[in-house]
């Protein structure tokens, strides 16, 4: 199950794991949302509904997504073909792991984190895909996909384009910073480069930026 799989790898980069499996709350039709979210057009949307004692989590993915995926599984084979769904998927559980996983260590997240953590989290799964399927090769483009071919779109963005950019310049500077390490040893990933991903991973909002800006 591609979901799953996903959630196996970014949580095995960052040493992180968490008591539920995604599936338990995915979600493939918009009537089974709560009523402010069935008119949002994106493919994939994680909904959080603060309770009394508790937050309900709801992750949305568009099952036509999940059929092209099936269809072509970029865990076997990363390409032009799905890279776009991949990536798409892989927001949805990034964004779910990481709330998740601050849940569990009673830490609220800010939507800022969870955009910067996803477009980090699709470059380095990304990286890690395609040097495993293709050792010999350096996937010198994902940068340049992930970055500088990206578009916010104003509709999907709901008038935070600033906070969208925000978090799109921040991940860039930090993998431009770790692309300098990972082409210097053409491995996986290396002890420094794995000790620093799982430190920024833990870092709270504010320390986030700040390690970034002061970093990289």
Request: aromatic share 8%.
């Amino acid at each position: 199950m591609i979901l799953r799989q996903l959630q196996e790898l970014i949580g095995g980069i960052y040493d992180v794991n968490v008591n539920h499996d995604v599936y338990d709350f995915l979600v493939t039709d918009r009537a089974n949302l709560p009523a402010a979210a069935r008119g949002a057009s994106t493919d994939e949307q994680l909904i959080l509904a603060p309770g009394s004692d508790a937050v309900g989590v709801s992750l949305y993915l568009d099952p036509a997504l999940l059929d092209r995926l099936d269809q072509a599984n970029p865990m076997e084979r990363l390409d032009d073909a799905n890279v776009a769904d991949y990536w798409t998927a892989l927001e949805g559980v990034s964004h779910f792991l990481y709330f998740a996983w601050n849940a569990d260590h009673d830490r609220d997240v800010t939507l800022l984190e969870l955009e910067l953590q996803a477009e980090i989290d699709k470059y380095v799964a990304s990286y890690l895909l395609m040097k495993r399927q293709l050792p010999e090769r350096f996937p010198a483009e994902l940068l340049r996909l992930l970055f500088e071919r990206t578009r916010i779109d104003p509709e999907l963005a709901q008038g935070r384009e600033a906070l969208y950019r925000a978090a799109s310049r921040h991940a860039e500077r930090f993998c431009r910073y770790l692309e300098r390490s990972l082409r210097a040893s053409r491995t996986e990933f290396q002890h420094d480069v794995l000790a620093e991903l799982r430190r920024v991973y833990r870092l709270t909002n504010a320390r986030k930026v700040a390690h970034i800006e002061r970093t990289t």
